[in-house]
């Protein structure tokens, strides 16, 4: 029985999986190949880049007009800055795909030879051409993880295929595919030799293009979860669909880290009478972030990059981009933890939008554990009383706001973050939060939803930091909380304003106002 693949390169035959030609312009790769280009395909960390990869290498080799390798770089990146042992990493592996997949033994046969005697900074080139020379055919090498090498050992790689270039296609590749996270271009590799930051694009000068893969469309995820479907007759509800589009946007191993939960992990769901609900992709959405997946794991380490908190912080806190290198914002998209939308920079996914602030906050919310009892903010009924709860919190930021902001890496968002960390204590009783952010917005947006006997209560808390005068920052706001309220369905709402003068007394910046917009109560607090 298939099922769906978290780990590694999906298999059509044991997996449930998206057709890996369709993924990209395959018609457009195959027109470079014949035009003896050599490009880059790059996108995030388990995308179903290898998987493509090796789906276009069976392609090629059964279509039989080119012989096509692929190779994995990876092991060569514990040799860092040993040239020679990085390469013989790399020429093993290159002998070990060729006799897997092609049934090839020249690689097996001379490379040891001819590394020991041309030396690590020309074995590469002398065997993809004596290689290239006894195929028969013309080749294409597609090499993966490339971006996983580092210092002196990926110069000498890049140069080394670039010196081979013009002997193309005779003597060296008809056509190589670069496949890493990042476009080459953006490389800075440290040169520990030459004492010098030497960028990925002098390096590799021949790259005719860049490929970008992306994430599933929605019609992809929908396939995916009919495969599902049509070998087990388990249905997924179009509220469990729609609800896995909106938290994933799509991005590969969440969907399938989703659609393996609800269906093979969660008890009810093993069960295949009863159809995938939203509410069970809602709980496998908080099972996996709580285990703190391999994925997720991954993106935790990420913020701790300072290039990664240039970024992150404005983003976190809505203000402008200002000072920072677009290096460091192409970083993040290349690593798929942001994305441009009309609306600017944002956060990918619903997902990400939830892991970022609980990560950074996850010590102050344990920290904050033996304060919460739900029996002073949640009423007989079960509804939770949202005044009392930020009346709570405004009590708590007065006094503690100082320390436990000094405690987060990401200082300027610190507000914001304690006001997160404080709610994520209390949902964790039963309710959910959903976040919204990005550059330029000037404020963060997060709906509070808490069930209870009759139904559930939805709660919009909009978040701003006073920038201009009190009063034109209370108008915006209330604005923009109605039409936050509007766009979910919320029944109330609350506008939240931190005040970062250091000058200003505690007492001049705490305050509670009743206000209303259009109709709407709306809860004005200041801190």
């Known amino acids: 029985m298939r099922f769906f693949n978290t780990a590694g390169p999906t298999v059509c035959d044991k997996h449930y999986c998206v057709e890996p030609l369709k993924r990209f312009d395959l018609e457009h790769i195959l027109n470079l190949i014949d035009q003896e280009k050599y490009f880059v395909l790059h996108a995030p960390r388990q995308t179903g880049k290898t998987t493509c990869l090796l789906a276009l290498m069976d392609y090629l080799n059964k279509e039989g007009k080119y012989k096509c390798l692929y190779i994995n770089v990876e092991a060569a990146q514990g040799a860092r800055e040993d040239v020679k042992n990085g390469v013989r990493a790399i020429l093993s592996e290159m002998a070990d795909n060729a006799e897997m997949f092609l049934n090839d033994e020249f690689v097996v046969n001379h490379f040891n030879k001819i590394l020991d005697s041309r030396g690590g900074h020309a074995a590469l080139n ?15 090498l597609l090499i993966d993880e490339i971006d996983s ?3 002196d050992t990926l110069i000498s790689v890049l140069r080394q295929i670039r010196a081979g270039y013009a002997k ?55 396939a995916l979860c009919g495969r599902h479907t049509d070998e087990t007759g388990q249905t997924f509800e179009d509220d469990a669909v729609d609800l896995a589009w909106t938290l994933t946007e799509g991005q590969p191993w969440l969907v399938n880290a989703l659609a393996y939960e609800a269906c093979f992990d969660m008890k009810e769901g093993r069960d295949r009478s009863i159809p995938v609900t939203a509410e069970m992709i809602a709980r496998a959405k908080d099972n996996i ?33 200002e000072n920072i290198a677009w290096d460091d914002v192409q970083y993040l998209v290349d690593l798929g933890l942001i994305k441009k939308t009309g609306k600017g920079f944002v956060i990918s996914n619903a997902i990400y939008m939830e892991v970022i602030p609980r990560e950074l906050t996850l010590i102050t919310q344990e920290n904050m554990a033996p304060r919460f009892d739900p029996a002073w903010y949640v009423a007989k009924d079960g509804v939770i009383d949202m005044k009392k709860l930020l009346e709570k919190f405004q009590q708590f930021f007065r006094e503690n706001s100082e320390v436990w902001i000094e405690r987060f890496d990401y200082k300027e968002a610190g507000p914001q973050l304690l006001l997160q960390a404080f709610l994520q204590r209390v949902v964790n009783g039963g309710g959910s939060i959903y976040r919204e ?12 939803v808490w069930p209870h006997d ?22 915006e706001g209330l604005e923009q909380t109605f039409q936050y ?11 939240v304003i931190f005040d970062r003068d250091e000058n ?22 200041g801190m």
Request: charged share 30%; glycine share 8%.
């Open 126 to 140: 002398t065997v993809i051409s004596k290689w290239t020379a006894a195929s028969g055919k013309p080749t294409v």
């Open 149 to 151: 090498l580092t210092g």
């Open 168 to 222: 193309r296609p005779a003597m060296f590749p008809q056509s190589i595919v670069l496949c890493g996270i990042r476009d080459v271009r953006d490389y800075r590799i440290h040169s520990s030799r030459q004492k010098e930051i030497i960028t990925g694009g002098s390096a590799f000068n021949i790259k005719a293009e860049s490929l970008r893969l992306g994430d599933f469309s929605k019609k992809e995820l929908q």
């Open 289 to 321: 972030i709580l285990r703190r997946e391999t994925h997720i794991d991954q993106l935790f380490d990420k913020l701790k990059e300072d290039r990664v908190k240039r970024v992150i912080s404005p983003i976190l806190t809505g203000t402008e981009m």
């Open 437 to 448: 952010y990005g550059l330029g917005r000037r404020r963060t947006d997060l709906l509070l």
């Open 454 to 475: 009759k139904g559930e209560k939805r709660s919009v808390i909009e978040l701003k930091i006073l920038y201009k005068s009190l009063e034109k920052t209370i108008a």
């Open 485 to 495: 309220m509007d766009r979910c369905g919320a029944e109330a709402g609350h506008l």
């Open 504 to 525: 200003k007394s505690w007492d001049d910046k705490i305050f509670y106002r009743k206000e209303t917009f259009k109709g709407s109560p709306i809860g004005v607090w």
